[in-house]
């Protein structure tokens, strides 16, 4: 090497004697070699010790080398992937997602092709797939196929049978939040997210959520939080709430699907600050099992919290699992900015009496997990991620009690960029003039390339994600949870909205039997916010007590002080009591039991609801039945007008007016009555 013989001619000049500088016309005399004698001299400074530093620069020279070397073939590598793959940035949603089926189908379209690649031969035809003479049916043509072309299908190829994460070729979508309510959509190849997001992000940047499609499987997922300001739980009880709820969820799984589960199975995630406890779980089940989708997996959790909450009110919790019992249910952060309520001249007056007369209490109380992350098309953060606005050390982190197995040398240092890896590609790199032993040096060096190549930040990444990468070839078992909401619902603390969610409903479009409060709804109530709205639905509930409207173009809600995006609102009144209150479809205000400010009816439209309340009554008396219970006994014989009718049509009477005549009329009269009565 050219380091090496430099440094080596510079010993030989420095160990011989001090030559002139020769002219023209000197001769250059002939070397004799190194004196021996300079080998035994104990005052020379080129001994042992030299040669070992000389020798330890030709080794570091040696790995920097390598290292180009490495790093020279790492980036044609990568060249030749960003050539083959796909990254791009939308402003929407909608443009993301069909940009994403559009790369899902070619994909599933090169996948399917009846050509294999040859590293000699090119494109040649498999044997099971060529096309018959005789067939009518579509032929590649290879004659259309450019050099370009083939050298591109190559490369797929190649990157298909990588079976790395880091160079994977499967289509994912993942968002970036730009600003606080803003998002970004990302729609690529996995592998190039991947780079993108370890080598090509600043850490302090990485505002990364992966987006679970609607209907795709999925692993079992949980979001658990709550403020500490407002709940007083120390670090050790936080700690046995996750260890106790971890094991009622492998007694759910055992007793649901006999599956055994246990602790190194779940990724443990924190992002716990100051002032707020946070952490995910990403359940890995032994077999590969998944979900169906993500509302499958928001059935089974409703279902699993709804039993931790039975057994709650009923005591049963609480003698196996005190934490989980104490906190389950937490006090919930109070809204921001107060939210003006509807009130009426009426029910102004009336409010505080309606809300404690019928034990709607409004406790500020929610479970700690979240059950609003499991709608449709939902964000989830990634690991090494922060919300924006947030500092570095809020980003999801592998948490202290994570007993899940990383890629081996993971952590959460690994975050953050090494410095070893941006000096890589300059020869000034250096490192300390310590004696450093070989095995130090080759455990450098492999960390270097680790480094480089990412593929640990790769694997480490992908195990915590909710959709698992290439799930078609996986063929996992798809676990059946429960088939509607009914079947897992949590058990609200108010036993008045509890049973009335288990009573079936009948849903009608058109005008309710009450016009007038179809009035009231339209005039008042489907105003606010400034914009008009009308009853898309109604519906009965409990024999006719209860009747919702559902609501359409105004999705002004109580819980948020605005207009949903997407979610309407529904208003719900009880007939008998006389009063109405808010809810709507928000999966968010949903999980949060949120129920609005219980009011009462205006004296005209609550005449008009008793009046028809009296009609329903009315309509369902039966008349007949009020009779013969009054009715005395004996007039209540049930004596058939038909059977009357056949005894009289049996009376012969030419026969009785006969008799009569001869003296005998009575006998017959009485034979006839007689019969009659019986």
Known sequence: MEGNCYDVDRWRCDSGSKKSTPTVNTEKAKSNGIDPSSFYN????????RLTAILRVAAHNEVIRKRCEYTSIQKLRRNAYREVTRFKI???QDLAFDFFTEMQKERRRITDDDYIIDDDKGVVFDDLKRPSLSSNGKRRKLEKCG????????LISRFQTDNTELWSMEPRIFAAETSLGKRKYIV??????LQHYWRETDPISRHFYELIPEGTPCRLYFDLEYAKEINQITHDESEMLMTEFIDELCSEFQSTYSITLSRSCIVDLDSSTEKKFSRHLIIHLPNGELFADAISVGLFVKRFVGRLAEELSTGALEGRRAILAKHLFVNKRPPKSDVPALKSEYSAEHDTDASTKHGF????????????????NRLFRLMGSTKFGQDSSAALRIAKANLFPFPTGFDNSKFYLPLRAKNASSSSFTFSEGHDSK?????NYEAFCASLDWEMHACALV?????????CKKNATILMGPENDSECLVKPKDSLIASRRKLPCRTSYGASPIQTLDNFIVQKLSTRGGIQGKIRAWSMERGDQYISYHMSENRWCENIGRAHKSNNVIWNFDLKCRTYWQTCYDIECRAANFRGKISYLPAEVASDVSDYLIDQELATVDIDQIISRDMPAEVTNDVSDYLIDQELAAIDVDRITREAKNGSGGSGLASSDSRLQG
């Open 42 to 49: 104990n005052n020379n400074p080129c001994t042992d010790e």
């Open 90 to 92: 939308f402003p929407l």
């Open 147 to 154: 050099d370009d072309d083939i050298e591109k299908t190559k």
């Open 188 to 193: 690529g190849n996995m592998g190039r997210f």
């Open 361 to 376: 209490d409004h406790k500020e109380s929610i479970c700690f997990v979240d059950l609003g992350v499991y709608s449709r």
């Open 439 to 443: 095995h130090d040096r080759d455990r």
């Open 463 to 471: 195990s915590t994600l909710v959709v698992p990468t290439d799930i």
